[in-house]
């Protein structure tokens, strides 16, 4: 599964990618910004990998330029439940941190997770001393929840609302930036189709109240969800008509 907007990539983590994400994340460049700070071995790896891989939660490589350079995630997402959900981001490959790379990134997070996912609270946590993540999130909108003050690892939250206030014309900046296509497109590969994620989803933008768009090419199913970044699509996911949670249970 991928996303593509503003010119930048987000592939859902497969079992392929796991292992350079493990390096990544035991290098002292990320995982000194990171709570858990011990050596993960590729066994460890493997079982959390395990623990992820399903449809609570979306860990994706970041793509830009064909070259894979870092990770973004929102994970624990009950989307019909209480929708909220915890997001995280790392960019590995140095020349691309300082850039308006992982800006796009969060902005395709939160844009599926807001506008098409029906998602709710979104919560990040950051230690305490990491002045630059601070600074990059509460520029997105996140704010401080009450009594953390004297937490190590604070929670932040954003909503929806303040999303789309806060990022208006950010997101216009962004699809300038990004060749001036405002589509994001959702591509369902064979491997979501034998793992089971991909039909339900697709069912529920089927039957959703916006009419989207979508094709099949060479063996993968691209959905093109138009946005206006004025006005901003917002799905509304009816869980009795197609629920993922349930077939990826069943198909376990
Ligand atoms: C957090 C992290 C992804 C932020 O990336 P970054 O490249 O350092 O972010 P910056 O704040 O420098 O932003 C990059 C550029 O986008 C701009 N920008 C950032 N947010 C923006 C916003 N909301 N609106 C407009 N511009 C924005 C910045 O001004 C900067 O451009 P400039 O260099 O011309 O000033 C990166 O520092 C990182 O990987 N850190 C390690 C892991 C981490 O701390 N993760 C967070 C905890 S989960």
């Given at each position: 599964m991928k996303l593509i907007k503003y010119g930048l990539t987000l592939k859902r983590l497969t079992k392929e990618d796991i292992e350079l994400l493990r390096i990544w994340r035991n290098s002292e460049s990320v995982?000194?910004?990171m709570e858990y700070r011990k050596y993960i071995t590729p066994e460890m790896q493997e079982k959390w990998f395990e623990s992820i891989?399903?449809?609570?939660?979306f860990y994706y490589i970041i793509i830009y330029n064909d070259e894979k350079i870092g990770l973004i995630n929102d994970k624990g997402f009950d989307r019909?439940?209480?929708?909220?959900?915890?997001?995280?981001?790392?960019?590995?490959?140095?020349?691309?941190?300082?850039t308006f790379v992982p800006v796009?990134?969060?902005?395709i997070l939160l844009e599926v997770s807001f506008f098409y996912l029906g998602g709710k609270d979104s919560y990040i946590r950051i230690l305490k001393d990491n002045i630059s993540s601070i600074k990059y999130n509460t520029r997105l909108g996140y704010e401080l929840c009450p009594n953390q003050e004297n937490v190590e690892n604070?929670?932040?939250?954003?909503?929806?609302?303040?999303f789309k206030e806060k990022t208006a014309e950010l997101r216009k900046a962004a699809i300038k930036v990004g060749g001036g296509d405002p589509n994001i497109y959702l591509i369902w590969e064979k491997e979501d189709y034998?793992?089971?994620?991909?039909q339900e989803s697709d069912k529920l933008l089927e039957e959703g109240e916006i009419d989207v768009p979508n094709k099949w090419e060479n063996g993968n199913h691209i959905w093109y969800?138009?946005?206006?970044?004025?006005?901003?699509?917002?799905?509304?996911?009816d869980?009795?008509?197609a629920n993922p949670y349930k077939y990826y249970e069943k198909n376990k």
């Open positions: 995982n000194r910004f891989n399903n449809p609570n939660n019909f439940g209480k929708a909220t959900s915890e997001a995280g981001l790392f960019i590995a490959v140095d020349k691309y941190k300082n796009l990134a969060s902005l604070q929670l932040y939250v954003l909503t929806p609302e303040r034998d793992s089971g994620l991909a969800l138009a946005d206006d970044p004025d006005n901003p699509n917002i799905q509304k996911l869980p009795n008509k």
